[in-house]
């Protein structure tokens, strides 16, 4: 895989990569996982969220920091220009890629964490 990430994710879903993003759907629920940066790119979460919130004209409300063992971002809510609004997480692995993990149904918020809680750099 190009994220070179593992992680768990609860059996209902089926998994599915397709270009930078990492989809995971179960019935006509999605959440997906994006790839931000690139290797020999320098990012961070705080830029990455500064990016969408300027450039992109999005804003990540209720923002909370969090740490797993091997990566640290920030969880919120993220609303685009539309009024549309997403549970969203921006996790950073130290190596400057940014990984970001979302859903617009609140529904799999649970889910989301399972997914966030295990992530881990592969071993490749």
Same mark, same amino acid.
């Given at each position: 895989?190009?994220?070179?990430?593992? %992680?768990?994710?609860?059996?209902?879903?089926s998994?599915? !990569?397709?270009?930078?993003?990492?989809?995971?759907?179960?019935?006509?629920?999605? &959440? &997906?996982?994006?790839?931000?940066?690139?290797?020999?790119?320098?990012?961070?979460? !705080?830029?990455?969220?500064?990016? #969408?919130?300027?450039?992109?004209?999005?804003? #990540?409300?209720?923002?909370?920091? %969090?740490?797993?063992? !091997? %990566?640290?971002?920030?969880?919120?809510?993220i609303?685009?220009?539309?009024?549309?609004?997403? #549970?969203? %997480?921006?996790?950073?692995?130290?190596?400057? &890629?940014?990984?970001?993990?979302?859903?617009?149904?609140?529904?799999?918020?649970?889910? &989301? !964490?399972?997914?966030?809680?295990? #992530?881990?750099?592969?071993?490749?």
């Amino acid at each position: 895989s190009l994220f070179r990430l593992s %992680f768990a994710y609860p059996a209902k879903y089926s998994v599915s !990569e397709q270009m930078n993003d990492i989809v995971l759907t179960s019935g006509d629920h999605q &959440i &997906i996982m994006r790839m931000a940066g690139s290797a020999g790119q320098t990012i961070d979460t !705080e830029t990455y969220i500064k990016t #969408l919130e300027q450039q992109n004209g999005m804003a #990540l409300k209720d923002k909370q920091f %969090f740490q797993t063992t !091997e %990566f640290r971002g920030y969880r919120g809510t993220i609303t685009n220009k539309t009024g549309d609004s997403s #549970l969203f %997480f921006v996790v950073s692995d130290g190596n400057g &890629i940014v990984y970001t993990i979302s859903t617009n149904n609140p529904k799999l918020a649970d889910d &989301i !964490e399972i997914i966030v809680g295990s #992530l881990r750099r592969s071993r490749r």
